[in-house]
């Protein structure tokens, strides 16, 4: 048993894939907006308590452009990751708007002397504004084996391939 997970492979990409599928086109119908995690002067904990929340949760989020899906990521803080996307200020914190940020200035150099490049930042801080101005979906699932497994299920299935890989360092 992986991570606690009593489910086998099969049933596994035969019913709870599927499940949480279902449950993330239902959030995706009814999407936020990111900005609305990313206010200065509200933190964490009372983002939290907004969404009825006591701690964060696990889960998958989607973002979305106009309506259509554009990137799928996991978190186990999914409103901590949300928040991070929208307000991080380095590459670590905001790795979507820096590799965003990469396709309109390309760069030979490390990624800190990228950042502290005004031409690059300019292009990282338009990403970043273009993320506050998406909209996101996201769902719970607790279980980290479920997890990680619907990320590459979610991010194809919704062909989110512009900004997805999962190629590993």
């Avoid at 995690?37 to 509200?42: E, H, K």
């Avoid at 002397?113 to 690059?120: I, L, R, T, V, Y």
């Amino acid at each position: 048993m992986i991570d606690d997970c009593a489910s086998n492979f099969a049933d596994i990409a035969a019913v709870i894939l599927p499940n949480h599928m279902a449950r993330m086109r239902a959030a995706i119908a009814e999407p936020r907006t990111l900005n609305e995690f990313c206010t200065y002067g509200i933190g964490l904990k009372t983002m939290l308590r907004r969404l009825g929340q006591v701690h964060d949760l696990s889960g998958c989020y989607v973002l979305l452009r106009h309506d259509k899906p554009f990137y799928v990521g996991i978190s186990r803080g999914v409103v901590g990751r949300l928040r991070q996307h929208g307000m991080g200020k380095t590459h670590f914190d905001a790795s979507l708007a820096y590799r965003m940020a990469c396709e309109k200035i390309a760069h030979e150099t490390t990624r800190n002397e990228a950042m502290k490049n005004p031409a690059f930042r300019q292009a990282f801080d338009e990403a970043q504004q273009l993320l506050l101005d998406s909209n996101v979906a996201f769902i719970e699932i607790s279980n980290p084996l479920e997890l990680y497994l619907f990320e590459a299920y979610c991010a194809m299935e919704l062909n989110t391939s512009e900004w997805n890989t999962f190629r590993t360092h």
